[in-house]
């Protein structure tokens, strides 16, 4: 006999939907109040590549808008970034119902290390990866070439890294959930163990500049992450 509190496939999509289109106005508010901040928001995200530029380089634009456009699309990037909580808070509220009353437990202590993991991995693309990447490539250039990095194209590396470290971060409560709900065995993981390094690894290179340095940044973080997950895991069973 179905369980009456139970809700139909149907059910679950209006509610998914529904949350998609509550994260969906959020992220309009926070964007309407970072609007007036969009030039102190570009100074402050490419202060990376702007801090070290040789004397007499600068940044250019190499599109009629880009100067009014690029901004702009760093705002909505930052403000989804900083919608990324309520973000959480709608996705384990989306779960949740379907969790056994013991999971239960787990969704406020895996709701706030999504948020913190999440940062850190923006804030380690930000300030760790960014600055090493960027001074390898514009100090290994020749004496002949003057590097003039175009706006849009930085914008697109720092924000495709903020993205995949933030996500990347989230590995530990990943692992932890497949192992926790049964999906996944603990020691299965452990034999798969060198075959998930070699998908971090093929992650990386997709989701990361095509350079050695960031893929390496990435995948090893992945790595130990993992291994972070696998530590504070036990098994549905244990």
């Known amino acids: 006999m179905n369980n009456p509190n139970e809700m139909s496939y149907?059910?679950?999509?209006?509610?998914?939907?529904?949350?998609?289109?509550?994260?969906?106005?959020?992220?309009?508010?926070?964007?309407?109040c970072c609007?007036?901040?969009?030039?102190?928001?570009?100074?402050?995200?490419?202060?990376p590549l702007t801090s070290i530029l040789p004397e007499g380089s600068n940044m250019i634009a190499t599109e009629v808008a880009s100067p009014f456009v690029a901004p702009l699309r760093l705002t909505i990037y930052c403000a989804l970034i900083l919608s990324m909580p309520y973000c959480f808070i709608e996705l384990w509220g989306f779960i949740s119902p379907g969790l056994y009353k013991k999971e239960r437990t787990?969704?406020?202590?895996?709701?706030?290390?999504?948020?913190?993991?999440?940062?850190?991995?923006?804030?380690?693309a930000f300030f760790i990866v960014s600055p090493i990447i960027l001074n390898f490539f514009i100090y290994s250039a020749p004496?002949?070439?003057?590097?003039?990095?175009?706006?849009?194209?930085?914008l697109n590396?720092?924000?495709?890294?903020?993205?995949?470290?933030?996500?990347?971060?989230?590995?530990?409560?990943?692992?932890?959930?497949?192992?926790?709900?049964g999906i996944a065995?603990?020691?299965?993981?452990?034999?798969?163990r060198p075959y998930l390094i070699v998908g971090f690894?093929?992650?990386?290179?997709?989701l990361t500049p095509p350079d050695i340095f960031s893929q390496l940044f990435l995948a090893l973080p992945m790595w130990m992450l993992f291994e972070v997950g696998l530590l504070i895991s036990k098994n549905k069973s244990d």
């Open 10 to 32: 149907v059910e679950h999509l209006r509610e998914f939907r529904s949350r998609l289109i509550r994260f969906f106005i959020f992220v309009c508010l926070v964007l309407i």
């Open 201 to 206: 690894f093929f992650l990386a290179m997709l």
């Open 106 to 124: 787990f969704v406020l202590p895996l709701l706030i290390s999504s948020i913190i993991l999440f940062y850190a991995g923006v804030a380690f």
């Open 35 to 47: 609007l007036p901040f969009a030039n102190e928001i570009y100074f402050f995200i490419s202060s």
């Open 143 to 154: 004496d002949s070439i003057q590097v003039m990095t175009d706006i849009n194209k930085y």
């Open 185 to 192: 065995q603990k020691e299965s993981l452990k034999k798969m």
């Open 157 to 181: 590396f720092v924000i495709k890294l903020f993205f995949a470290f933030g996500l990347a971060f989230e590995i530990p409560v990943a692992t932890f959930l497949l192992i926790t709900s």
